[in-house]
């Protein structure tokens, strides 16, 4: 019995969401009286794998192949094969696109049940119940899994990792037979030079129409620069193409759950909240007082952004 | 081209939520129910393909009878007949089952679907139908193109983009901008209403169930700091809510 959690490598690293899917997998390893071990594909070095340790982990798998992120079937194929070689009840992966096909195809392929935007720790008190945040963010279900292998997807926050010191073994790991070839071709990836990503970032700067053009974003952007932080927006701004759509936060887009949300000019329709609804903290800066984003906020300045958002950068350098 | 729509039958976007039953069910009492916003996205390009290389668009949905006027709109939209598979969409896995166990004995080289249903944000259906069938699922994507059996697509990923080239038949999680939404004609109104819709029987179990629902915990009230004192929010953020 294990529990199994599937990392994912990025610059040799591992992933921020994936260190916070490690320390939900020692909790869940704890509470099942079983071990985490960890499932890592691509180019590391042992040293950075063993200090997996620190978030609980007991044992590396460590493959290294270098997949592009398109094939979902050789990843999925290799996680299927772990969680028959260590016999996994759990198999934990954080919320990313790569990491939910791979969570879909090892649930298939082993028939389990599989819950998706974990938002704690599972309940082991009458069977293996999750909660999960369901109407993006509206509203939570308690979900009760019914199989001997259970996949999760954990959304950020669902555990706040703590260190403590530990050395995981490192393990060379192959699996047993390789995965079809599926004819996927990756042709090319395009990606944003941005120094945080959206997603995984724990502080956000986010802008909409209230910024009037595309040409004015640089006040928005050295605000995110002065707090380390990402930079987003509202729908109506990816609809103009003032900014790429990876950007757009709502119902319809990225759900974010970041530390630190300030939203500059977004009057707070329900689908923008709803994107935005997971994260601890929200600062709303808008010139109308009558904005409904207000009633969502922590924070509220009634205010002009171009004057706002250069004094507040001035005030954090 | 044969194409499968896969669509959610789920509340309108800006539906007050709440549930009923000792939190145990949805409370449908005044919400307006609509297509997936990214089904129609689907949809939609999936309508488009046809009329660029022919062939048949099908909409199938797993559902209760309630869904039939949101199954009629797909067809006034463009979709050629439909499938309801008569039940309750309980999990991802019985969802899938469902539309695999349909692609089985039809066979189909596109299934489009939205990259999630609005309601449970799921966004594993087409992984686990992907799988279940033996073909690959891509999610979510943006552009869509084909020429012969080759699918030039491009999906949304982390900060970024993805262009690939698959084989058809294929399994695919649609998202804005694939197509432009298209809006029922009168014509298409007409017609949808003698187009053929088949419901069918379910087959196998899910394998979680939801126990109890929950909303989140009332927002505290808002603290206002005048924008002569714009400055104190650092401060503010920094000690009091601690998260600089």
Known sequence: ?317 | MKILVCISNVPDTTAKISFSDGDTKFNKSGVQFICGPYDDYALSRAVELKEEHGGTVTVLNVGEADADPVIRKCLAIGADDAIRVDAEPSDSYFVAQQIAHIAQQEKYDLILMGRESLDFNSGVVHGLVGEMLGIPAVSPVMHLTIAGNTASLTREIEGGKQEIEATLPLVLGCQEPIAEWKIPSMRGIVSARTKPLKVVAPTGEALSTVEKYALPPAKGAVKMIPVEQVESLVDLLRNEAKVL
């Open chain 1, 1 to 317: 019995m294990s529990v199994l959690v599937f990392a994912e490598l990025e610059n040799g690293q591992v992933k921020k969401s994936s260190i916070e899917a490690i320390y939900y997998g020692a909790l869940v390893a704890k509470a099942t009286q079983s071990t985490a071990k960890v499932l890592a594909i691509g180019a590391s070095n042992s040293d950075t794998l063993s200090q997996l340790g620190n978030w609980g982990a007991s044992e590396v798998l460590w493959l290294q192949e270098t997949w592009d992120s398109a094939q979902i079937a050789a990843y999925a194929h290799a996680l299927a094969d772990a969680v028959a070689q260590e016999q996994s009840a759990f198999v934990i992966v954080a919320k990313s696109v790569l990491g939910d096909a791979v969570a879909a195809s090892v649930a298939a392929k082993h028939k389990a049940a599989l819950a998706t935007n974990v938002v704690a720790l599972p309940d082991h008190a009458a069977g293996v119940t999750v909660k999960r945040s369901i109407y993006t963010g509206k509203a939570f279900a308690t979900v009760k899994l019914h199989t001997a292998v259970k996949v999760l997807s954990i959304k950020k926050n669902a555990v706040t990792p703590e260190a403590n010191a530990g050395v995981a073994e490192v393990k060379h790991w192959q699996p047993s037979s390789n995965a079809a070839n599926t004819g996927i071709k990756l042709v090319a990836t395009h990606k944003a030079s941005s120094t945080v990503a959206l997603p995984e970032a724990d502080l956000v700067v986010s802008a909409g129409r209230g910024l009037k053009g595309p040409e004015n974003w640089g006040i928005v952007e050295d605000l995110a620069k002065a707090l380390g932080a990402a930079t987003a927006c509202s729908k109506p701004v990816s609809d103009l193409n003032w900014r790429p759509h990876h950007e757009h936060v709502g119902q319809t887009g990225l759900k974010v759950a970041p530390n630190l949300y300030i939203a500059c000019g977004i009057s707070g329709a329900i689908q923008h909240l709803a994107g935005v609804n997971s994260s601890k903290v929200i600062v709303v800066i808008n010139k109308d007082p009558e904005a409904p984003f207000f009633k969502a906020a922590d924070y509220g300045i009634v205010g002009d952004v171009f004057e706002v958002l250069p004094r507040l950068t001035k005030a954090l350098q």
